[in-house]
């Protein structure tokens, strides 16, 4: 029942049935065989059981090599983890939406027999005009501004568009030394265009655009085949959660993984890379490093690596994501014939999309990236994070919000093993400093989103680079790693 105005009532009882209305979450996630104790070495040692890690052991174990997988988490999965419903339903507190022109992951959701839920929900759009504004409710692909900033941002687009098609390796030096926001400044006359256009990129990067380069920014758009593609990217969701994928993933790898297994240390010899792990001390003769970047210091990795890599390296910035995911009865946005969709371009909640599955609840995610992000993360807790999430809600719907029946708000900062998301990036000068960075080196490979060539970011590039990295070790790679994904297309 849609009440005509959110009360005090209907915020804190949101907050307090975080995590409580139900029973306590059943993890999806019990853990698959757990490798012997007594297995210390293998042909090769995968670090961290994420998308890209798991693809490349399975990789490996089908062409005959034996495999260690050390996870540092009691799950696979990483940025991938569900948690089912008491109503049965699944939410996918990380990763959760695919699209078809995502080669990797639609092909491991079709053999896993995992069944697709349609993303699209037919209906109108709120879009904020800026944080304070009243927002406006537009057709789906409109862009509610005033038509002379509209004209701005289209312009903008466009050529944001070109510089991204037309990127090239001479580029780096040119475009690695200018900061992002400043490029889509110089793209843009007018302040809401820039508001919109510098929002919807800081959504897409997670960081804020002050911190990278204008060079990081366009290769990521090269990598998904041009930002008009990222439309393509949020196709579908599972209707049993995305970590059906990684729990498939995992059985196959079956007693090859590990668990509870934090790495400390990386160290080649002449003959093998010794590895030392909370369990135990482990030998192979390759190891794929398939954790973000931001751990190659606490795996003990770093001292194995070129000076000039650990130059970039050292510049890596973390990407800042909070997901809310807000469940109610019914999806109630729909009977006034919108879609459940939000724009709110670099406000605390960026965007707001339904992920209702085909019957049961609606299901409202409320994404929070960058600055906004941050600024949730300050928030005291999950409860705090969604009465918040559920004031902005109300602020956008004025006719008001239905109670609650329960809520999750994942703030991945605060996660030990991932420190963030969607993906974590080079900083200003990253690019050059080390073009190579990623490429094999010595008897260490390199996998994981953020060295992937295509669909870096995304699930799809986790898998790519786990598989380019696997075929680095059995001579098979058709995708060469280290090259720049707007030089190899
Ligand atoms: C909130 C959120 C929403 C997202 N939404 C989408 C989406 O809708 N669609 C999409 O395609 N992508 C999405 N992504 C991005 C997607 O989740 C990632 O691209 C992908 O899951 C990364 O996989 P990975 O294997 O590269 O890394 P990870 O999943 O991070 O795996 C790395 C593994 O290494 C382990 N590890 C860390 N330290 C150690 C150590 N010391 N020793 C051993 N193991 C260690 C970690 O525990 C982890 O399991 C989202 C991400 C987030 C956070």
Redesign the pocket.
Known sequence: MVKSEMSRRTVLAGAAIVGTALPAPRALSAPERVGAAADRSADVIV?????????AARHLKAHGASVIV????D??????HSQRLRSGQVI???????GDA?TH?SALVDEAGLRRVSAAVPGDLLYFPAEDAAPQRGAPDAFPLPVIDRLDAFQALWRLERSVALLSGEDIARLDRIDAASFVRDKTFLDPAFHAIGGYLEGEICTPLAGVSAYEALEQGASIGGFESEGT??RW?LADG?EGM?RYLAHAVGGSLILN????RVAQDAGNVVVT?ATGVYRADRVIV???PQ?YR??GVLHELPAHWQAALGGWRL?S???TMLVFQEPWWRRSGLSGTIVNPGGMFGAAVDASPETGPGILIV?STARGAQALGRFPDEKARVAEAMRWLSHAHSAGVPDLLYARS?D?SA????L????SRRGIGGWSAAPDLFAPHGRLHF??????NR?????????Q??LRAAGEILGTSPIPSGLLSGVER
């Open positions: 670090i961290g059981a994420g998308l890209a890690g798991l693809s050390l996870e540092a988490r799950r696979a999965g990483g940025r991938v996918d507190l990380g990763a959760q939406f695919l995502q992951v990217s949020m969701f995305a990684t297994a934090p790495v400390s792990a398939a954790v973000p751990f606490k795996i990407g994501v909070v997901k994404f994942i991945w996660d030990p093993f991932s963030g998301g969607y993906s996998a994981g989103t953020e060295t992937a669909w870096r970011s995304f699930m799809d590039g986790a898998i680079s786990g």
